[in-house]
Each structure stands twice: as C-alpha cells, then as structure tokens.
C-alpha cells in the first residue's frame, strides 16, 4: 500500500492538559527516532511500550517538548501499520512545535480522513464502518476546503501566487529555449536563473520569518520575571496582568505543573511563565536557585529582571544581572519613589546596554514606559498590521521549506554548471511545492504561459 | 484488389502518417491486413511543413523506430538536410531534426507498404462502418464493397467533413484540394460519436528562383551525419541548406490594414486553432510589440523549386498573400506557387478512447492521429503505431500495449488525449512531459527495443545487437564504478590539460566523470577499457553516470507514480453509485473511465478526497465480492 508515513494532531484542537501526534507508516519509527532523545532507540524498544524523553529538532536538536511516546509495530495498530503517538504538552504551542518537528523528520501531513482512510484499506475496519468513513472523509474534505478557501483569498495567497508566477515564467522561458531552439527568444543564461532563484529563495525566507513573527502571535512571548524576594516581582506580574486582563491557563503536564498567564500588551501577547512560583512563594531564585532559573530563562523569549531601587544592590541582585544580560531582558528598577539605595550607572556596568525601565508599580508609574520598551523590543516600535502575512501553520511551514530546499537544488545545480533544462526540474518542483500551499498545481497553467508569453508558430 | 465479402484481420484507414504506421504493424506482426486510402499519389502526404523531428517531435520518431516503426527508417533515406538541435543544452533536450524530400518520403513509403508480405493496398473511399451491437466488422466503400476486418483502425487526418479557408473563399477540401470525407463524418455522428471542429493551417510555397537568398541567413544541416534510426548505417551527406529572414514594420502596416479579410476575425472560422501554431496575422495582433518576425524558407524536396515559409501560415485572400510576401526581405520579386489556406475538419473527443486508443463506444475500433485531435505528422505515426499494434493483439486476444507517462512521450501524448481531451489541436512539448530526463533521444532503445521485440516487430537480429549493446553499458559502467585513479603525476597533468582541478586522493572514475569539464574521452585517456567501447556505448555510460543525481531523482517520482498506476480501477465501478463524491468528478469518471487511480487522478476536477472515496468504494466492493463467492 502506501508506502509515505504521515502524521497529523489526533487529540482534538484547544486547550488540553495533554495532545497526541500520530505518525503512520513504514517509516513512522524510523522518523520519530529522528527527533526522539531518550534512554533507547525506538527502533530497539517493544511493540506497544512507552517512553519517556524528549522531542529536538532534527536539524539544531534543540529540545522541543518533553514526551511520552508509544511505538506499535505493524499489524496490531489502528492502521495495521507501524504507528507512533507522541504525547506532547497540550495547547497549541507545544502541539504545533511538536508537529513541525515530525514534519521537519520527514513525515507528511495527512490528508483528512487517511488515518481512518488506511485502517480501512488495510482492512482494519469493517464493511459495516464503510459508509461512515465516507461520509467522515467527505466531511472533513468539506472543512478542510473552507479553510483553504479562506487561506486563497488572503494575502498569504496572493504572495505564493506571485512567487509562483515568478517561476512559472522562468520555466516557461526555459519551456520556449528547449522547444523552439530556433526561436528568436533570449536564450535564458545560467546567470539570469541564479539570479531569479536567489530572489525567490529570499522571497521564501522572508515569508519563513513571518512564521517566526507568526509564531510569536501563536504562542505569545514567553516571559519569565526574576528579581531578589520583595523587589516588587508580584506586583509587577499583578500590575501588568491587573492592566490588560490575564488569562489563566493551568497546564498539567507529565512531569511539571506551570501556570501561565497570557496578557496582550500593545497587541503583543505575553506569555508570563511559571507566575504560579511567583505567586506563592514570591522568591523564585531561592526555590529553584541560580542555576536552575538560568535554564528557566533558556526558554524564554523575554526576562524581566526587577530590582528594588530603595535598597542597595546586592550579590544576589549581581548574579542575577549577569545572567540576565545573556538573554533578552529589561531591568525594571522599581520603587523609584523611593530614595535610591544605588546609582543607576552600577547597573548599566553590569548590562550594558539592555534597556533600563524606572517605575513605581506602587503609584503606578512607568508601567507604559515598559510596555513601549517590549513593543519596541518585538515589533520594532510598529503596532502589528491587522492584515500583514503570518505564516503560522505547520503544514504551510513544512511545504515553503521544501520548495526552499528545492531552489537551493537548483541555485547548487547553477554552480555546478548543470544544463539549465535539469535545473528546469527543481525549479518545477519548487514551484509544485509552492501550489500545495494554495492547494493549486495543475500542470496546464505552464503551457498556457508559454503560448500567452511567446509568439511562436509556424 | 479486395473482392466484396472478403475478410481480413485488420483494416486500416487512411495512408497518412497514422495509417502507414498502424498497416504495417500489424502486418509485421502477422495479421492480414488490408490498407485502403483515397489516393494512392497522397500516401505518407506532408500536407504542411517538410520536416521531421525536433523537440519532443523527433523523440517521438526515435520511440517509433525503437519499437520498429518506419517513419525513422524513411526519414533517414529521404531527407535533404538533418540537424541536432539543441546541442548547448543537457541530453534530454537534444533533439534530431529533419528537411524532408516531399515527394522522395512519399515514394519510400509506398514502396515500404507495397513490399510488405501481409499487406494489401488498395485505393478506395470507405462511407461506413459496419457495426453490430457496438462491435465494428468492417467498412463499406463508395464502390460498394463490403469489407470485413477483426479491427478497423481510422486515420482520417483533417479529411473528415474538411474545409479550405482563404480570405472569403470557403470550399468542402481535403488538405491540398483533396477531396474530402463527408459520409463517414456523418456516420461517425450516427454512430453516437462526439466531435469538435478544430482548424489548423499552411503558408504558402514560393518558387526559389524569384527569391534573392543573398539577403538571407543559410541555415545549413550538420557535417556530423545524423539519423533517426538505430538501424540506418547508409548516411546522406549532400545536404540543401535552408534560409532565414524576418518580416518587418511594412509587412506588419500592410497585415494590419487587411485585417477585415482575415477570416479569423470576420467570424468565417469557428474550428478552434492551434496557440502554438498561430497564424501570421494572429500574431501581428496579439503580440503588437513585436517588430519582426522569423521567416525561414525551405526547399520542398531535392528536385523541386517550390519552398515553404515557414512563419507565415495565414488563411488571407490570396492576393494579400502574395503582397504580403513582396513586402519581405529578399522576397520584392516573389512568385507564390500554392496559397496558404486554412482547413477546418471534424476531430473525435479523445476521451472516448480507452489508453489502447480503442474507442469505448464502438468494440474492434480504434482511431489514430490528427482524428483524434492531435496535430503533427510525428504525434499522428506514434498514435498509428500503438494503434496497429493493438488492433494486431486484439485479433490475437493479447492485452493491449500500454506506454506510460514515464516510458516515453507516445506515453505522455495519449495519456494527455485519453485522460484530459484536447480543446485545441494537440502538440507535444517537452515541457508535457514529468520525466523528460528519463525520455531522452538517445536512450529510446533502451526504453523500447525490449517491447517492440515482444510484440514482434523487432528482428532477431536487431534484438540481439541491442541486447549486445546494453550489455556493453551495463559493464562499462561496472569498470568506471569500480577504477580508481590515483593522483599520480601522468594524471594531474591531464586533468590540468582538461582544465579540471587536481586530485587529492585516488578517486572513482564513475565519481570523476561527474565532473562538467570531464567527458567519457578523458576517462579512456586516464583508464583505457580493455576492448574499444563503440561511441553509442560511450554516450550512454558518460550520459548515465554524470547525471546520475538528477536521474535518480526523477526514477523517485516515477516510483510514486507507479505506485498510483498500479490501483486498478476494477470494470464493475459504477461511478453513479458512489456516494459522495462530488458532481464535476462523477462526470469527468463517467466519460473518461480510467482503467488506474493514477490516470483518474490526472483528470482535472477529480480531487484526492474523490479519489479516496473511490478508493474505499472500490475496497468495499471487492470485499463484497469475496464474501458473495
């Protein structure tokens, strides 16, 4: 039967203490050990067995999420192939992040219904389940075909439409110089098909940064806060949580308990981590110690470090300001309405140019000043556009890598002094790649390109 | 001459390129064949340009003879000048073009059917099928002979209700006033079948002496000597150049000015024409930027003076024609010999036809080249010889011969036709096929000698020379696998000559000709082979390793491919029980009946949840049956 393994969410979307991944095929196990980190290979563990470790990325390995993952070996499974479940952390960010790593492993998305599609074919299910798994591919087809829709009239359409017509009309120039040699058309030159492919290799990483922006409005900042006891760290959170309405998200995981409070500052949404610490024991660095807390703040996007300016700085207050100048951080000085317990510039010794915020959380100043600061820290001072391109999806994000890939098939191709009518190929598959995207890759629109763009005949 | 009543394994026809091909397949492969044509002086008729091959065209030639056709074969013995286009390129665009000797192409292809032990030739006019209960028998002539055949095969060309356009003249013609086929038209409608008009047209011939080709580009052929055939040994070396020139800003006023002559805007045409094949005053409008264009002059045939303009197809009046031609470089003084025109002519939907290009609605039938909404007298041979072929293994009751996309471009051209119709005269193109790398000019005995030998229409002989062949390839590129040269001073100093980089350790041969600057000539310089290595053996190995890469990469998209092909889709679906898939594709399944899930997913408006549905249906059927026996 089939023989590519494919892979899509199989928990139901929205927020949940845990999510499923479910890969299928004859190369599920084989892929998940791509990015699988623990005691043993999942290609040596049992059938039907757990483990416990990690997923990394396959290309950079950095730790993605902490997982459960089951192996089940052909035939007793779902499909009657080799199947895989990773259990992730639940909500979207862990799911996603996850899911784009067994993509970036090699899996395909699943199309809708393949899952229930395979069992079935396999003969997994019987005769009686036959019409339901009709209607249920119909069904999702249909949902699937709303979304697309809405996806072809907006923006991030229009850009892969014009991306694509940059290649179409390179492909049809070549089209023209192999089929009509004698034809008085420029002959394309290696040169002019660098040129084009660096152009659209950039255009597709611009749009891959856009994911990255995209994930930042997914998923939010994550934000961890840090400070001595009694510096102002509680009010701070309650302050910016009090400001713009937090939402509390409880997150049950398999070896951690985190809450997280989403707030959304000048349309930027945080993401506070670990406010549950602060709030009960207001004194993160005793807890979990300045080892631990410089891992904490590995996974964060932005650290806010908060001093108390009544007092003088202490060796806590020095450490931590060195560990806090490694990552993206502002020094919120608080309690400026008090007399200072030290000069200003002993703190830029220690950070150099990290952004300084003075505030009096107690009477409710310079909480704008530092939201100006994150908004200029994250979107360049510019409020995000209510139409601008995100890239967001890990489906879309697996395709424009691979039609990445394949022009950088074809700009190698250039420097190997390849013929251009082979280079033709990666070009072609980039830009089949491209019409997945926009669930568009007919074949025809090449031809019709070629007559609408030369005048050729007899 | 065939007497009433008589009967034959397989009737064909039509003479042209599609008829010649299918009569003498399947007379070579043993059945007695009958080949009737409306004149025995029009046999093999290029009733346009003279010329044979280039891109996609002449690999389609290639694929012809590989399978042990003629046209190759003919070509070879009667062109005027050849010419490999496309030598700057990569090896799968090279491709062989040919000038024709009209008339000479002509004679060697009759005397090829006269010759032919199992084939009967014969001139007559064929007004009917006979068909019982949606199987055909045999044809009815004008002279009112009936004729019984196992298989027919119908090559009508533009014959078919066919129509002469220039300026407002309209007249019912064959291709060059030929006289054409009206009662078989009408049969075809009778017998349920569905047509479309589509038009195409020709430039017209001028005599050589009133031209001044001083003014004019040569274009010579190759000194290399070329041939189409694997099996030609005899070359022609006297060659007749051919000539470029360009219209210019008059021609363009003077065409502008007479537009409302022109047929193709006066409403006078409703065939639908080709966008590859334009007329010159369609390009004129459409492309009105464009301030020349290219005109190439060539000879009709060695003992002629008549020459062809290729550039300048138009269905103009005639005296537009001529002036039109009097306003181009090196042609003031121009004498027109024959008039362009423009032909409509009836073509049948080609998704009436099962991938064997047997027609659904009539058993025994097939139909094979322009009928069929192709255009190209190379498209028409490889359509006549597949259908010659399976009209043979009809009557053999052998499965029929099936080319896939990935096999060769006879593949992809009926694959298209059968799949998703034509609404235009069909070309092919380079560009039409996925795995252009794998169909190359060179490598067509590869993909085909194996198959044209099983149907029989290869010789022993022949076989066992390119079995010979391939295996030479297979060890040549054993020993380039397996040599390693070291970087020894002898070495380094060639690879300098070369231009190419030193080496820094002991290297495969097979790793070094992967090399651009490298070629198979260098690797014998370094690690001669023990026995010579014939130049076709070499061009394989160098071709086969450099872009082994690229190759392999397109073998991994046939896998896919195949993988699709090989779900057949069962002859009991019914397409109007299936619940839930959508209308367009319930449709676009009815008419087309694809025999695999690989050609249903070709058909536009069929969507992989149609295809998944049908899957499961088709799943669920097979299981019902099983547990019903």
């Not at chain 1, 949902?143 to 359409?157: D, N």
């Not at chain 1, 409070?261 to 004194?283: F, K, M, Q, S």
């Not at chain 1, 470090?305 to 300001?321: F, G, T």
């Not at chain 1, 033709?424 to 007559?451: M, P, R, T």
Request: charged letters at 25%; proline letters at 4%; glycine letters at 6%.
């Amino acid at each position: 039967m089939d023989t590519d393994t494919i892979a899509a969410i199989s928990t139901p979307l929205g927020e949940a203490g845990i999510a499923v991944i479910r890969m299928s095929g004859p190369e599920a196990i084989r892929l998940a050990d791509r990015i699988y980190q623990g005691k043993v290979r999942l290609s040596e563990v049992e059938s039907h067995t757990v483990q416990y470790g990690h997923i990394v990325d396959p290309d950079t390995k950095e730790r993605v999420d902490e997982v459960l993952v089951t192996v089940m070996r052909a035939p007793r499974t779902f499909t009657r192939e080799d199947v895989v479940e990773i259990s992730c952390h639940g909500g979207m960010i862990p799911v996603q992040n996850v899911l784009e790593a067994v993509f970036a492993a090699g899996a395909r998305p699943a199309e809708p219904g393949e899952f229930t599609k395979r069992a079935f074919l396999n003969g997994r299910i019987d005769l009686s389940q036959a019409e339901a798994v009709i209607d249920f591919i119909r069904s999702k087809t249909d949902r699937a075909a709303q979304v697309a829709m809405h996806q072809a009239q907006g923006r991030l359409s229009q850009l892969i439409q014009s991306l694509r017509q940059d290649i179409l009309e390179t492909l049809a120039h070549l089209a023209v110089n192999v089929d009509y040699p004698e034809y008085d058309a420029e002959q394309l030159t290696a040169q002019v098909i660098l040129e084009k492919s660096q152009k659209i290799e950039q255009e597709i990483d611009q749009l891959l940064n856009t994911a990255r922006q995209g994930k930042i409005y997914r998923e939010g900042i994550a934000t961890v806060i840090i400070g001595r006891p009694n510096v102002g760290k509680s009010s701070l959170l309650n302050a910016l949580a009090h400001e713009n309405k937090a939402i509390v998200t409880e997150i049950p995981g398999t070896t951690r308990d985190v809450i997280e409070e989403y707030v959304n500052v000048r349309g930027i949404p945080l993401r506070l981590v670990d406010t549950a610490g602060i709030r009960e024991t207001e004194d993160v660095v005793e807890k979990i110690g300045v080892e631990r807390s410089h891992r904490a703040l590995e996974e964060a996007d932005l650290v806010l470090m908060v001093l108390n300016y009544a007092e003088p700085l202490s060796e806590d207050d020095r450490k931590l300001l060195q560990v806090a100048s490694q990552h993206t951080t502002i020094v919120v000085v608080n309690k400026t309405d008090l007399e200072p317990g030290f000069d200003l510039e002993e703190v830029k010794q220690e950070i150099g140019d990290l952004p300084v915020v003075r505030m009096s959380i107690k009477k409710e100043e310079g909480l704008n000043r530092l939201e100006e600061e994150i908004a200029q820290l994250f979107m360049e001072g510019k409020a995000p556009s209510a139409d601008a391109t995100y890239v967001s999806n890990a489906r879309h994000i697996s395709l424009l890598k691979q039609s990445k890939q394949h022009i950088r098939d074809a700009i190698e191709g250039v420097h190997a002094d390849v013929p251009l009518d082979m280079i033709e190929i990666d070009l072609k598959n980039a830009w089949q790649s491209l019409g997945e995207i926009i669930g568009d890759a007919v074949k025809e629109d090449l031809i019709d390109q070629i007559f609408s763009q030369f005048c050729l005949g007899k | 001459m065939p007497t009433s009543g008589e009967k034959f394994d397989v009737i064909v026809i039509g003479a042209g390129h599609a008829g010649c091909e299918a009569a003498l397949a399947a007379a070579r492969m043993g059945c007695s064949t009958l080949l009737l044509t409306l004149s025995l002086d029009t046999i093999a008729y290029m009733p346009c340009n003279p010329s044979v091959g280039g891109p996609a065209k002449g690999h389609v030639v290639r694929e012809v003879d590989a399978l042990g056709g003629e046209m190759g074969r003919n070509i070879d013995k009667t062109h005027i000048q050849m010419r490999m286009l496309n030598t700057g390129k990569g090896p799968a665009v090279y491709a062989l073009r040919a000038q024709a000797d009209k008339v000479l192409y002509q004679q060697e292809m009759k005397k090829a059917l006269e010759n032919e032990p199992n084939l009967v030739l014969h001139q007559n006019m064929v007004e009917k099928l006979l068909v019982e209960n949606g199987v055909c028998q045999g044809v009815v002539t004008r002279t009112g002979a009936t004729l019984y055949g196992t298989t027919v095969v119908l090559t009508t060309g533009t014959y078919l209700r066919g129509k002469i356009i220039i300026g407002d003249l309209t007249y019912e013609s064959g291709p060059n006033n030929q006289q054409p086929a009206i009662r078989l038209a009408e049969n075809l409608h009778e017998l349920g079948f569905e047509t479309v008009r589509f038009k195409t047209g020709t430039p017209p011939r001028v005599n050589k002496q009133t031209v001044d080709t001083d003014q004019m580009e040569i274009q010579p052929g190759d000194d290399e000597p070329r041939a189409f055939s694997y099996e030609t040994t005899d070359y022609i070396t006297d060659q007749l150049p051919c000539w470029l020139t360009y219209t210019n800003e008059n021609t363009h006023q003077f065409i502008r000015d007479n537009l409302h002559r022109a047929p193709m805007y006066s409403g006078t045409i409703e065939g639908q024409g080709p966008r590859y094949c334009p007329s010159i005053e369609d390009k004129i409008v459409r492309f009105a930027d464009k301030n020349r264009h290219q005109i190439f002059l060539e000879p009709e045939g060695r003992h002629t003076l008549e020459m062809y303009v290729q550039g300048l197809s138009t269905s103009l009046p005639e005296e537009v024609q001529q002036a039109i031609l009097r306003t181009i470089d090196g042609m003031e003084n121009v004498e027109m010999m024959r008039t362009g025109y423009a032909i409509e002519y009836d073509a049948i939907v080609p998704t009436q036809l099962w991938p064997s290009l047997e027609t659904k609605r009539v058993e025994n039938l097939f139909t094979a080249g322009q009928i069929n909404g192709t255009s190209g007298y190379e498209e028409a041979a490889a359509q006549g010889i597949m259908a010659g072929i399976n009209a043979a293994r009809k009557v053999q009751k052998k499965d029929p011969v099936i080319l896939d996309r990935s096999q060769a471009y006879i593949g992809v051209l009926i694959d298209d036709l059968v799949t998703k119709g034509t609404n235009e005269p069909y070309r092919l193109l380079t560009s039409r096929a996925e795995y252009r790398l794998l169909l190359r000019h060179d490598n067509a005995d590869l993909r085909l000698t194996d198959i044209g030998y099983e149907v029989g229409l290869i010789t022993e002989e022949r076989y066992r020379r390119f079995t010979r062949k391939r295996e030479a390839i297979e060890k040549e590129i054993g020993r380039l696998r397996e040599t390693k040269v070291k970087p020894s001073p002898e070495v380094q100093s060639l690879l300098r000559e070369i231009g190419s980089s030193e080496l820094d350790n002991a290297v495969e041969l097979a790793k070094l000709i992967k090399r651009p600057e490298i070629k198979y000539e260098h690797i014998q310089q370094l690690a001669p082979a023990e026995e010579p290595i014939a130049s076709d053996v070499a061009e394989q190995v160098e071709i086969q390793l450099k872009y082994e890469g690229y190759i392999k990469k397109s073998l991994q998209q046939v896998d896919k491919m195949r993988k699709m092909e090989n779900k057949q889709i069962p002859k009991w679906v019914d397409y109007d029980q299936i619940k839930g898939i959508s209308m367009e594709a319930r449709e676009k399944l009815n008419q087309v009946r694809p025999l695999s899930i690989g050609q249903a997913s070709r058909i536009s408006g069929v969507n992989p949840s149609d295809l998944s549905i049908l899957l499961v249906y088709i799943e669920q059927g097979g299981s019902h049956r099983v547990s019903g026996s």
